[in-house]
């Protein structure tokens, strides 16, 4: 059994969802392993990670504003605001999600849906650089 473990960093603008399917592929095709698997872990507390539907724009936007309505920012809802009135709506859309994904590898390739594409989901408004840790294990 083999393993590897590299981390991504993923610069973004603000809030909302950035599709890093291709670089995690590559990240896969690239360790030669041909059945194992992948775990993702988003090392933040105001990001998270998905595994969505990536053909249809429409998907993202709804997810958005559909977390913006769960956990807005409301000043006289949060006690926590260290780093501003999106601080504590972030943390709620973090746990609201998940920070870690198992991909299963089969024949060199993530086991991913027609449709499936994975996401880090930013629930800051400020641009950051996030890291994500990706680990494979398999033969």
């Known amino acids: 059994m083999r393993q590897s473990l590299e981390h991504l960093q993923i610069a973004v603008r603000g809030r909302g969802l950035v599709e890093i399917t291709d670089r995690v592929r590559e990240y896969v095709a690239r360790q030669s392993i041909e059945m194992g ?18 053909a249809d724009p429409s998907v ?9 309505v769960l956990a807005p920012e409301d000043a006289q809802r949060y006690e926590h605001d260290a780093e501003g009135p999106d601080d504590m709506p972030a943390h709620l859309r ?40 990706m680990h494979v294990m398999g033969e």
Request: aromatic residues 8%.
């Open 94 to 133: 973090t746990a609201l999600t998940q920070v870690q994904l198992s991909i299963p590898i089969e024949n060199g390739a993530l086991v991913l849906g027609t449709w499936q594409g994975i996401y880090l989901f930013e629930h800051r408004r400020q641009p950051h650089t996030r890291d994500v840790v």
């Open 37 to 54: 698997l992948l775990t993702l872990y988003c090392r933040h507390t105001s990001a998270s990670l998905l595994i969505q539907e990536n």
């Open 60 to 68: 993202k936007r709804d997810l958005e504003r559909y977390f913006e």
